[in-house]
């Protein structure tokens, strides 16, 4: 198969990753709706996106050890099929338990199917611009915002949130389904070269003995403490604009603008990280992201929204798809997608604490104050962490 095909791996990527993380995040456009239209609590709605990461967490792990073994192809097959399910029935459902369920379990495992096994599979299929690619591919991730979200508020002013809910369902197997038969996995190299790319893939670490690693005790501890900053600010982000008298719509927009923010931060700090190296980017980013969740408190107004908005989205952004080229780089292609999955598992409980802290701080508090405090320490944190990592030359990495 020719090697110009790696770029419809990426395209299909970025589909999936768009249209699962969208229908997922979209929970953010659904809260207010939902709670005013069936007096279930902020904190009750938001512990689905809870359950979602929790899920997500442990399905990426799952699903990485699957690509692993069979490939790419059987893991995002299921997991279209399985998002559509469980959105159209969370749209049926009439109580906040059975919603968390299906909405927090359901789509969690669906959703986890398509990050870590397609950020793999890009991987394998690129020996140069290797940061760009998998950017772009998360960078169906920073679509989702200007595209799912705008499509979901639509819905729900012209009908109602569960007729958005299922149509999105519906949508989501009329676009997962046929990315889904594009994906294949790279060509096997030439006999002759066979043995030489086997071994600058693959660092002669076992996955217990990687999983055991200072390289992912620190990637994995950085990703977590990352995800655990900006999960919270994300979710609650048009809650929160409301609150401070922006109009439904144009609240929505400014996680549209981090969207879109964040699809330009993939590029950059994508090709930034291919020259100069993706640890010093990363330490960066993160240190601007800290930065800008605590100056979300000094602001009330639409433009000063979408100026922090631009840089926002853009940082954590651009930082998100970095871990998986640092994974790549530490464990080789061999193990790639079991050891992303672990540390995408840990990252996603990292994502689960936002959603839930910002519903318990303003049901307490009537305010998010204390949610965008705590979220900028906790991405101080972060990058204290990531001024840890260890060096990159696959030399230094033998087994344990």
């Given at each position: 198969m020719s090697l110009s095909y790696r770029w419809v791996i990426v395209a299909a990527g970025a589909v999936m990753t768009c249209v699962?993380?969208?229908?997922?995040?979209?929970?953010?456009?659904?809260?207010?709706?939902?709670?005013?239209d069936t007096d279930w609590s902020r904190a009750g709605i938001?512990?689905?996106?809870?359950?979602?990461?929790?899920?997500?967490?442990?399905?990426?792990?799952?699903?990485g050890a699957i690509y692993d073994r069979y490939g790419a192809r059987i893991v995002v097959m299921t997991g279209a099929l399985l998002l559509g399910l469980a959105l159209v029935l969370a749209s049926r459902t009439g109580s906040l338990l059975v919603f968390q369920i299906t909405y927090g379990v359901l789509v969690g495992l669906a959703a986890s199917a398509f990050f870590a096994p397609m950020i793999a599979l890009t991987a394998a299929w690129f020996d140069t611009n290797r940061s760009l690619a998998v950017s772009l591919v998360s960078a169906g991730m920073g679509v989702a915002p200007m595209t799912i979200s705008p499509f979901a508020q639509w819905l729900i002013t012209a009908y109602d949130w569960r007729t958005a809910m299922f149509v999105i369902g519906v949508a989501a197997w009329a676009l997962l389904v046929p990315a889904a038969l594009l994906v294949r996995q790279p060509p096997k190299p030439a006999a002759d070269g066979a043995a030489a790319d086997a071994a600058a893939n693959?660092?002669?670490?076992s996955v217990p003995q990687a999983l055991r690693s200072?390289?992912?005790?620190?990637?994995?501890?950085?990703?977590?403490?990352?995800?655990?900053?900006?999960?919270?600010?994300?979710?609650?982000?048009?809650?929160?604009?409301?609150?401070c008298g922006i109009a439904p719509m144009a609240a929505v927009s400014i996680y549209s603008i981090e969207g879109l923010a964040g699809l330009g931060g993939r590029l950059l700090y994508g090709a930034l990280a291919d020259r100069l190296g993706v640890k010093p980017v990363l330490i960066t980013g993160l240190a601007i992201q800290s930065v800008v969740i605590a100056a979300y408190l000094a602001v009330s107004e639409l433009g000063q929204f979408y100026a922090l908005a631009i840089i926002f989205g853009a940082t954590y952004g651009g930082v998100m798809?970095?871990?998986?080229?640092?994974?790549?780089?530490?464990?080789?292609?061999?193990?790639?997608?079991?050891?992303?999955?672990?540390?995408?598992?840990?990252?996603?409980?990292g994502m689960a604490f936002g959603p839930l802290a910002g519903g318990m701080v303003f049901d307490t508090y009537a305010s998010y104050s204390w949610l965008f405090i705590g979220?900028?320490?906790?991405?101080?944190?972060?990058?204290?962490?990531?001024?840890?990592?260890?060096?990159?030359?696959?030399?230094?990495?033998?087994?344990a």
């Open positions: 699962a993380l969208g229908a997922m995040f979209s929970l953010a456009i659904f809260l207010e709706p939902m709670a005013l938001s512990s689905a996106m809870t359950l979602n990461f929790l899920v997500m967490g442990l399905g990426g792990f799952a699903w693959d660092t002669g670490m200072p390289q992912f005790i620190v990637l994995a501890l950085t990703f977590f403490a990352c995800c655990a900053a900006h999960s919270g600010p994300i979710f609650h982000m048009v809650s929160y604009a409301m609150l798809p970095l871990y998986a080229v640092l994974a790549r780089e530490y464990f080789g292609q061999r193990i790639l997608g079991t050891v992303f999955g672990a540390v995408t598992m840990l990252s996603s409980i979220s900028a320490l906790v991405g101080l944190g972060a990058v204290a962490v990531a001024i840890a990592f260890p060096r990159l030359p696959r030399g230094e990495l033998q087994p």
